[in-house]
Structures are given as C-alpha cells and as structure tokens.
C-alpha cells in the first residue's frame, strides 16, 4: 500500500539549534516530493519541492531537503531554527500518474528561546 | 495573480444538518481542484479531487459528496453531518501540469455537535 510516514509527531528545538524532519514514502516508484508548512489555524504553504535531478533541494525559510531513493526518505532540515518556525510541517507525495497528493500526518514544531 | 477563497471560516452544525462548504480559486483557469480534511493527528486526508467541470474523484467513501458547477467553482456537501465529520476542511488547486504544487486556501473549521 501506498504511504507517507512521518515518525516524529511532535519536536522541540532551542532556537539557533539545527532541525531535521523526517519523511519516509512507500510507493512503486519514486514519487514527486514536497514539504509544506501550516500555522495554526491556517492552510498549507509550500516549502520546497523534489521532481527530478539534484537530491538537495532549496526552499523558502532557509529550509533544504534530500532526497535518498535508497532509503525512500525525503527528510527536511535547517541549520539554525528561528522561533518563527514554530509550526506543523507536513511532507508530502504525488506519484508520477493521476492527480493525487498524499500527505504525512505531519510534525508539530517547537521553538523554545 | 492567482488566489483561493474558501468559506465560512468556521461553523458549528448541529448532527443531521446539511453542509455546504464553498471554495472558489481566481486569476487561473481549468485548475485541478482539491478538498482535503484535517483531523487531529491523522495529517491530511485527501477527500475528492476534480480534473474539470462535473468531474470528481472520491478518494474515501463517506458521507459527503462533492460538486465542481463552475470550472473554478468548488464545493463540499453533506445531507446529513455526523460527529465524525468534524475537522478542519482544506481546499486546495494546482495548475493542470503535472505535479504542479498545491496552493491552499485558509480552511474552514467543522464542529458538529
């Protein structure tokens, strides 16, 4: 079955620490990839996005992501959190026929000063 | 520029009433249309999709339904709510290329009592 896992559900950092989030996939092949942010009470904004060629991705924020076929992950990171990162991240994926978007269960980040 | 309206913002409906949730996305035309629900530790659930005018896709059978009347006209129904449709409803549009990122209007959320 197809999935999207994110094991971590909640994650606490001290501002100016480094941050990784996990993103975990099972599908037949290697899907479209992405990660998207949500503030509380409000709609998902795209971070960055994983379609082909480089496995290290930029995006907005300060935010990168890589790619590892051999560990079907996608795991997100950022050198120095800000407190303004607090939120839900949430990774997700599209495999490469039909329409769909698959979405993780998401991480709630926390910035502590 | 292209922008996405949902509404209402918030609603509270008693268990049995109808649903109607409405999304609307200008400044593009023929866009993929997307609703998904948000419930508490279970990430985003996608619920139907449309390619076009009259056309849908129902990802989870359920008690809802969904129409597309106008070409970037989108809209959740239900005639009858039960207490497990509560949540946070999301609409969501991407252009008609291949995996082409979501955007994401600000949700609506569903308390049924």
């Known amino acids: 079955a197809q999935s999207v896992t994110q094991p971590d559900i909640h994650i606490t950092v001290s501002e100016g620490a480094s941050l990784e989030l996990r993103c975990n996939y099972s599908y037949g092949a290697t899907p479209y990839l992405f990660w998207y942010v949500q503030s509380p009470g409000q709609g998902l904004q795209l971070l960055l996005k994983y379609f082909s060629g480089d496995t290290l991705v930029q995006g907005i924020k300060g935010f990168e992501a890589e790619f590892k076929r051999s560990q079907s992950s996608f795991n997100l990171r950022k050198p120095s959190v800000h407190w303004s990162d607090a939120a839900e991240y949430f990774c997700?994926?599209?495999?490469?026929?039909?329409?769909?978007?698959?979405f993780g269960t998401g991480t709630s980040l926390t910035v502590i000063p | 520029s292209q922008t996405i309206h949902q509404w209402p913002a918030t609603l509270v409906q008693p268990v049995g009433s109808p649903l109607s949730l409405e999304c609307t996305v200008e400044g593009t035309s023929n866009p993929n249309l997307y609703w998904y629900r948000q419930a508490a530790g279970r990430g985003l659930q996608l619920l139907f999709y449309?390619?076009?005018?009259?056309?849908i896709s129902s990802e989870v059978p359920q008690n809802l339904s969904a129409s597309r009347p106008q070409d970037r006209q989108f809209i959740l129904s239900s005639k009858k709510l039960l207490l497990s449709d509560s949540g946070f409803y999301l609409c969501?549009?991407?252009?008609?290329?291949?995996?082409?990122?979501?955007?994401f209007g600000n949700g609506t959320r569903l308390t049924v009592t």
């Open positions: 969501a549009w991407n252009w008609d290329v291949l995996r082409s990122p979501l955007h």
């Open positions: 997700a994926v599209a495999p490469n026929t039909g329409n769909q978007f698959y």
């Open positions: 449309s390619v076009g005018i009259g056309q």
